[in-house]
């Protein structure tokens, strides 16, 4: 049988709610900024106890769009090592300058240690990332020492979509909440991003930049060097209906997540990044570190050849200031992102995992951990 790195999940009925969406659509010939898209946002806005969003063709998008609201022209940016390229790929497009910054290896984002670290006199912006879902407790301290210096923080909660912390959803800590619904994501689009805010002017900004930076729907006078980052009405669509599932999806993969704790407390060695008190992962990815020294590409093929168990993509693998094209923000060893990255492997999570897989995935990993480490 095996267990897949990834399933997208859309039932029956949410596919007969996707094709009727469609047909209306393609029968009005509202394709792009219309009732769908106002839905989504309004639907995403109030999941996540914001005031705000706008939807838009990416969660790059998202991000760029936030950061050209800021204006981090020609100035720094931090960013944590441990995440996804389109985090830093983001700044550079805004124009920024990414500075990149170590990680706490309980939660594998920024810490106020690492963020101090980071910050220089001409910080812009700082740019949290929630990885797996994760959303640290530390955040409040991280807004804390960005409001002390006057520069916003930006969320980057691609991961994120439905995930807390003391109550708070991620997306709402800073001045924007960029969200990405790729396909792999918690809830997707087939693609699109959204941005969430609680302050109506960066709102009537991002409208502007999604829309060629357009000053309004009608006029073709550009006041904003935006892009073609709208969100079609066909993806909005997919996206409202999937995000009527976000609850029932974060329900199922916390309990995965809670066999996996279970199960992994028992193996010495190999360790889950764990939930840390008042936040509430909604487990996009479920995180675990190998014992320094085991190969990781030999511990993914043992499971995969021999238990047909397929490890989901890290988060991540390399950290951004040893990425090829980041190079020239490189500006020394990050030990702790380093040695996070190199050891990590993430177990499959999907919305609709049945106990059998889950228990698949603990035996395979077990028995593979006893060979390779035991
Ligand atoms: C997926 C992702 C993005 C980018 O989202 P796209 O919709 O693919 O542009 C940005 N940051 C992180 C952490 C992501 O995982």
Redesign the pocket.
């Known amino acids: 049988m095996g267990v897949p790195a990834a399933r997208i999940v859309f039932d029956e009925i949410d596919r007969s709610a996707v094709a009727d969406a469609v047909t209306e659509i393609l029968a009005t010939g509202a394709l792009t900024l219309g009732p769908w898209t106002e839905r989504f946002e309004q639907a995403f806005a109030a999941e996540h106890g914001a005031p705000h969003a706008v939807a838009v063709a990416?969660?790059?998008?998202?991000?760029e769009i936030a950061l050209r609201t800021v204006d981090v022209r020609d100035r720094d940016v931090v960013v944590p090592a441990v995440?996804?390229y389109?985090?830093a790929a983001?700044v550079v497009h805004a124009g920024g300058r990414p500075v990149i910054a170590d990680v706490d290896p309980r939660t594998l984002a920024l810490s106020p240690a690492t963020l101090e670290a980071a910050l220089t006199p001409d910080t812009a912006a700082v740019v949290l990332?929630h990885?797996g879902g994760l959303v640290t407790p530390a955040v409040d301290a991280l807004r804390a020492i960005c409001d002390r210096r006057g520069v916003p923080l930006v969320e980057?909660a691609?991961?994120a979509h439905g995930s807390s912390y003391d109550g708070r959803a991620a997306g709402t800590f800073g001045l924007a909440g960029?969200f990405?619904?790729?396909p792999?994501?918690v809830t997707t689009s087939g693609?699109?991003?959204m941005v969430l805010t609680d302050s109506p002017e960066l709102r009537d900004e991002a409208r502007i930049y999604r829309d060629q930076g357009k000053g309004s729907f009608t006029t073709n006078h550009h006041v904003r060097l935006g892009a073609s980052w709208r969100m079609s009405e066909l993806n909005a669509a997919v996206g409202t209906v999937h995000l009527r599932r976000l609850k029932e999806f974060v329900e199922t993969r916390r309990r995965v997540a809670q066999r996996y704790d279970a199960a992994l407390a028992g193996l010495d060695g190999l360790q889950p990044i764990t939930e840390p008190a008042g936040s509430r992962s909604n487990y996009y990815k479920y995180v675990a570190l190998l014992p320094a020294g085991v190969d990781r590409a030999a511990f993914k093929r043992a499971v995969a050849e021999d238990f047909g168990v397929r490890l989901s993509g890290e988060?991540y693998d390399l950290p951004l200031h040893l990425q090829p094209v980041l190079a020239p923000y490189r500006r020394g060893p990050l030990p702790v992102a380093e040695d996070l990255c190199s050891r990590q492997i993430c177990l499959p999570v999907h919305s609709d995992m049945t106990e059998d897989e889950t228990d698949q995935v603990i035996e395979a990993v077990t028995a593979v951990h006893r060979r390779l480490a035991g």
């Open positions: 990416s969660g790059t998008a998202a991000l995440t996804f389109a985090t983001a990332v990885i980057d691609a991961h960029a990405s619904f790729y792999t994501k693609e699109g991003g988060v």
